[in-house]
Structures are given as C-alpha cells and as structure tokens.
T-cell receptor
Framework: AQSVTQLGSHVSVSEGALVLLRCNYS??????LFWYVQYPNQGLQLLLK??????LVKGINGFEAEFKKSETSFHLTKPSAHMSDAAEYFC???????????FGAGTILRVKS | DVKVTQSSRYLVKRTGEKVFLECVQD?????MFWYRQDPGLGLRLIYF???????EKGDIPEGYSVSREKKERFSLILESASTNQTSMYLC???????????FGEGSRLTVL
C-alpha cells in the first residue's frame, strides 16, 4: 500500500527566506508524485507533478521539487518566500496502475513579514 | 479551464437530517471523487466514480452514499447526519493523467 509522510504540520519562514517542505513516500512500484496547494477558503490546485521524466520538477509560482528514489523523498522548495505563499501544502502519491491518489496530512506554511 | 462547482459552500444541519452535497463539472471528465478534509488528517477518500451509474467505496465510506445519474454530476449523501461528520467536503475530477485532480472550492458542513 502507498503512503505519504509530511514532516512538520506547520512551517514558518520569513519573507525572502528559503521554503522547504518535506515529503517522504512509500510505494512498492515506481510512483507518480504530486504537490497540491490550498489557499484559505479554496479547494486544492496542482502545484507540480513527477511522472518519471526529469527528477527535478518545476511548478507554478517558483516552486520546484526533486524526486530522490534512494531517499524515497519528494521535498518541495522555493528559493525566496513571498507573503502570498502562505497556504496549506499537500504531498500525494499514486501508482502507475491508475489507483487512487493518497494524500499526506498537509503542511501549513506561514510567511512572516 | 476546468470548473468544478460545489452547490453549497457552508451548511449547518441538525443531527439525523439527510444532507445532499452536489458537485458539477464542465469538462467531460470520466472520474469524479468525494474527499473529506480534517485538520491533521489530510484528505480521505469517501467514494469515487469512473462512469455514470458506477460508484466505488473509498477509504471511509461508512455513513455516506453517492449518486451519479449524469456524467457531469456527482452527489454525496449523508442519510442521517451525525456530529462526527462535521468537516470540509471536497469534490474533484480527474483527467486521464493519473492523479491530476481538479477540485471544487469545498463545502464546509457543520452538524449540530
């Protein structure tokens, strides 16, 4: 069975600082990996996805994530945080057989001015 | 752009009431999902559907049912609402790319 662990339910950074949100996954087959973002009072939207092409994936709003098979990780980064990045971020995994997505518990990102 | 519309953003119901949450999509996607979102638990799958008239149980189907009479509409039904069903409910559709979901804005249900 697949699973996702997001380390840190809350992360706080200063505006302009590096953002690092951690995600580790468990999957018995090569996975598809995703990051979704949820802004206050909204649904989730796709930030980026890994589907076996380049291991470094670039997404919207300057975010990127790197797939590291040896570490079973897919951490999300952004070089410089902006106030508008404050949101909840979800890591998710699916297998390549069309099985349903499994979400992590989420990480709330706070950006301090 | 894909649009997923959930009929009610906020609802307050009494224990024992029947509750309908409706979701409509405009992109002809085959797959539709209902999730429940609770703090610290992420998103948990209640039911999903890969075609009209078809439904499959997700991870937490107890206390819920669904209906998909038309391709664009997927309804979540709480036959007899209970206080532990107070939550945010999210509807989503899926393209042919596995895992790329499009979400509605959510329906926040409070059961008193």
């Amino acid at each position: 069975a697949q699973s996702v662990t997001q380390l840190g339910s809350h992360v706080s950074v200063s505006e302009g600082a590096l953002v690092l949100l951690r995600c580790n996954y468990s999957s018995s087959v090569p996975p598809y990996l995703f990051w979704y973002v949820q802004y206050p009072n909204q649904g989730l939207q796709l930030l980026l996805k890994y589907t076996s092409a380049a291991t470094l994936v670039k997404g919207i709003n300057g975010f990127e994530a790197e797939f590291k098979k040896s570490e079973t990780s897919f951490h999300l980064t952004k070089p410089s945080a902006h106030m508008s990045d404050a949101a909840e971020y979800f890591c998710a995994v699916s297998d390549r057989n069309g099985n349903k997505l499994v979400f992590g518990a989420g990480t709330i990102l706070r950006v301090k001015s | 752009d894909v649009k997923v519309t959930q009929s009610s953003r906020y609802l307050v119901k009494r224990t024992g009431e029947k509750v309908f949450l409706e979701c409509v999509q405009d992109m002809d996607h085959e797959n539709m999902f209902w999730y429940r979102q609770d703090p610290g638990l992420g998103l948990r799958l209640i039911y999903f559907s890969y075609d009209v008239k078809m439904k499959e149980k997700g991870d937490i189907p107890e206390g819920y049912s669904v209906s998909r009479e038309k391709k664009e509409r997927f309804s979540l039904i709480l036959e007899s609402a209970s206080t532990n069903q107070t939550s945010m409910y999210l509807c989503a559709t899926e393209t042919t790319s596995y895992g790329e979901l499009f979400f509605g804005e959510g329906s926040r249900l409070t059961v008193l």
